[in-house]
């Protein structure tokens, strides 16, 4: 693939995400409050019961989705039509295997949900049926809807998306309808969910018939095709330890919080988590489809280019990241005072600490990404690792320090494995470079945003003293002047120390010449 026609589709990806995201946000907020008024706490919070249960039932599929991707990336820069039906023949036949131990395992649940909600306000029937049509939205996907991979991995994502989350738009506002409108609103609110799901399924299907015609044109025998693809298979269990370990670290957090501080302390800190994920979204939004363009860079075999292309994304990334931390950092504590009051802010050490892992959330995608290119999943180990200092840190250091010590104890475990030995991998076995120098970078670009961040924080602080009742407007202003002088010197430094932000800046202007 040509790198104009590389860098053309990442941004009709990243445009049509940002559309579809910021859609997503307006529905979302109006959409909670109706379900919350007329399905009530009791629903919402048995729909998300029942979500989460399947969502441990789906731990099967970890790893698939990701190993077969960066699998098609030679095949799409090849060309290769016969090897990307038989890829995908292998994913077909393993997640047919995972549908049939979704229904075998769903059967006890089935059995147990009358002891599981002995006594809810919509009644037993409901709870069987709600159940069944989420199980049964798992199911279309591991039968019909798989080959979508192709198509992301192929870097047109933005043709299938508007069919996919328009279809979820039009579910969501046809449910409001229907609850606002009928007293029946609660089934009809689970019958439009299976018909949504019906939908969606015909929805991708069309989009890929349409797109890859050659891709039904025969049949593919999958039975010689587990032996061919064994190597697949073992990145398969490779890629599943590393997501069951990250599945591991993402829930046990608030479980030690309870354990150690108090279930209160859960809901201060979910609070925050709640807006860090929104950001977290929006910048990997910003960044979608960076995964397929690195692996059809890397397919192309050219080390010195793609090098060149690591430190032009890692500079810009780890820019962006600073911003987004930065400005979180300065207006996250006046939007949790305007929005749920003063007595759920967090102390100074605290929010420092969450801003970190987001740092660390942010930029860690560059190198996972290059290292998922080049499929180097052989490090089991690591994430098996990552998980053990994870909660052992967490419960040691929670132990002593509280919150603050759970939180250092998960920043411990991404120092040692996410920033020190992934990268020391990735570049060793897969850049065929020196990871001295990425050690370097990292610590350079990290110097530079901590610097700017101070003296961008005591420009306002030494301008402005904000005080309860003070001018909410003028608050705002000085933040947002402090946040841009940030923004400002940390480019023009970047700029000038290093050939990453350079290359960034001419692509952006050559992309903005183009437009124009």
Same mark, same amino acid.
């Given at each position: 693939?040509?790198?104009?026609?590389?860098?053309?589709?990442?941004?009709?990806?990243?445009?049509?995400?940002?559309? *579809?995201?910021?859609?997503?946000?307006?529905?979302?907020?109006?959409?909670?409050?109706?379900?919350?008024?007329?399905?009530?706490?009791?629903?919402?919070?048995?729909?998300?019961?029942?979500?989460?249960?399947?969502?441990?039932?789906?731990?099967?599929?970890?790893?698939?989705?990701?190993?077969?991707?960066?699998?098609?990336?030679?095949?799409?820069?090849?060309?290769?039509?016969?090897?990307?039906?038989?890829?995908?023949?292998?994913?077909?036949?393993?997640? %047919?295997?995972?549908?049939?131990?979704?229904?075998?395992?769903?059967?006890?649940?089935?059995?147990?949900?009358?002891?599981? &909600?002995?006594?809810?306000?919509?009644?037993? =029937?409901?709870?069987?049926?709600?159940?069944?049509? &989420?199980?049964?939205?798992?199911?279309?996907?591991?039968?019909?809807?798989? !080959?979508?991979?192709?198509?992301?991995?192929?870097?047109?994502?933005?043709?299938?998306?508007?069919?996919?989350?328009?279809? !979820?738009?039009?579910?969501?506002? #046809?449910?409001?309808?229907?609850?606002?409108?009928?007293?029946?609103?609660?089934?009809?609110?689970?019958?439009?969910?299976?018909?949504?799901?019906?939908?969606?399924?015909? =929805?991708?299907?069309?989009?890929?018939?349409?797109?890859?015609?050659?891709?039904?044109?025969?049949?593919?025998?999958?039975?010689?095709?587990?032996?061919?693809?064994?190597?697949?298979?073992?990145?398969?269990?490779?890629?599943?330890?590393? %997501?069951?370990?990250? &599945?591991?670290?993402?829930?046990?957090?608030? #479980?030690?919080?309870?354990?150690?501080?108090?279930?209160?302390?859960?809901?201060?800190?979910?609070?925050?988590?709640?807006?860090?994920?929104?950001?977290?979204? #929006?910048?990997?939004?910003?960044?979608?489809?960076?995964?397929?363009?690195?692996?059809?860079?890397?397919?192309?075999?050219?080390?010195?280019?793609?090098?060149?292309?690591?430190?032009?994304?890692?500079?810009? !990334?780890?820019?962006?990241?600073?911003?987004?931390?930065?400005? #979180?950092?300065?207006?996250?504590?006046?939007?949790?005072?305007?929005?749920?009051?003063?007595?759920?802010?967090?102390?100074?050490?605290?929010?420092?600490?969450?801003?970190?892992?987001? &740092?660390?959330?942010?930029?860690?995608?560059?190198?996972?990404?290059?290292?998922?290119?080049?499929?180097?999943?052989?490090?089991?180990?690591?994430?098996?690792?990552?998980?053990?200092?994870? *909660?052992?840190?967490?419960?040691?250091?929670?132990?002593?320090?509280?919150?603050?010590?759970?939180?250092?104890?998960?920043?411990?475990?991404?120092?040692?494995?996410?920033?020190?030995?992934?990268?020391?991998?990735?570049?060793?076995?897969?850049?065929?470079?020196?990871?001295?120098?990425?050690?370097?970078?990292?610590?350079?670009?990290?110097?530079?945003?901590?610097?700017?961040?101070?003296?961008?924080?005591?420009?306002?602080?030494?301008?402005?003293?904000?005080?309860?009742?003070?001018?909410?407007?003028?608050?705002?202003?000085?933040?947002?002047?402090?946040?841009?002088?940030?923004?400002?010197?940390?480019?023009?430094?970047?700029?000038?120390?290093?050939?990453?932000?350079?290359?960034? =800046? !001419?692509?952006?202007?050559?992309?903005?010449?183009?437009?124009?």
């Amino acid at each position: 693939m040509m790198e104009g026609s590389r860098t053309k589709r990442t941004i009709q990806n990243s445009q049509m995400s940002l559309l *579809l995201f910021l859609i997503q946000v307006l529905i979302g907020f109006y959409s909670r409050k109706v379900f919350l008024d007329h399905l009530g706490d009791e629903v919402i919070g048995l729909n998300t019961t029942l979500g989460n249960i399947l969502g441990f039932l789906n731990l099967a599929e970890l790893g698939i989705g990701i190993a077969m991707a960066t699998s098609l990336y030679q095949p799409i820069h090849d060309q290769d039509r016969h090897t990307i039906r038989e890829i995908l023949g292998v994913q077909g036949f393993l997640y %047919k295997r995972i549908a049939l131990l979704l229904c075998l395992l769903s059967i006890p649940i089935i059995i147990a949900l009358p002891f599981i &909600f002995p006594s809810t306000a919509c009644g037993i =029937a409901y709870v069987y049926v709600a159940y069944i049509v &989420f199980l049964s939205g798992s199911i279309f996907g591991y039968l019909w809807n798989y !080959r979508q991979v192709l198509i992301q991995a192929d870097q047109k994502n933005y043709k299938l998306m508007p069919w996919v989350h328009g279809l !979820r738009y039009v579910k969501i506002l #046809l449910q409001i309808f229907v609850l606002i409108f009928f007293s029946w609103g609660i089934w009809g609110w689970i019958i439009i969910e299976f018909i949504g799901n019906v939908a969606t399924v015909l =929805a991708i299907n069309y989009v890929m018939r349409k797109e890859y015609p050659w891709l039904y044109a025969e049949k593919t025998s999958t039975k010689d095709l587990i032996h061919k693809y064994h190597g697949l298979i073992v990145k398969t269990k490779q890629v599943f330890v590393h %997501k069951i370990a990250l &599945f591991v670290i993402e829930q046990t957090a608030p #479980l030690i919080i309870y354990a150690f501080v108090s279930l209160t302390m859960v809901t201060f800190y979910g609070n925050y988590m709640i807006l860090i994920g929104y950001v977290v979204t #929006l910048m990997n939004v910003v960044f979608e489809g960076m995964g397929a363009s690195i692996g059809n860079l890397v397919a192309e075999k050219n080390r010195a280019h793609t090098l060149d292309v690591f430190w032009e994304l890692f500079t810009s !990334r780890i820019w962006i990241a600073g911003i987004a931390c930065y400005g #979180l950092y300065l207006f996250i504590g006046p939007f949790i005072t305007l929005w749920i009051g003063s007595r759920y802010l967090l102390g100074e050490t605290t929010l420092l600490l969450l801003v970190a892992t987001m &740092f660390i959330r942010i930029t860690r995608s560059v190198v996972d990404s290059f290292k998922n290119a080049y499929q180097l999943f052989a490090d089991v180990w690591a994430p098996i690792a990552e998980a053990a200092i994870h *909660l052992g840190g967490a419960i040691l250091l929670g132990y002593f320090w509280g919150l603050n010590g759970i939180l250092l104890g998960g920043i411990l475990s991404q120092i040692i494995i996410v920033l020190i030995w992934k990268p020391y991998y990735t570049f060793r076995k897969g850049l065929g470079a020196s990871p001295l120098s990425y050690y370097l970078q990292f610590v350079v670009h990290c110097a530079v945003l901590l610097v700017f961040a101070c003296l961008a924080k005591a420009l306002y602080q030494h301008f402005y003293v904000w005080q309860d009742g003070s001018d909410w407007l003028m608050l705002v202003v000085w933040l947002t002047v402090s946040l841009l002088f940030f923004i400002v010197t940390t480019f023009i430094t970047l700029y000038i120390l290093t050939a990453g932000m350079r290359m960034f =800046a !001419r692509r952006m202007i050559r992309i903005t010449t183009h437009k124009l």
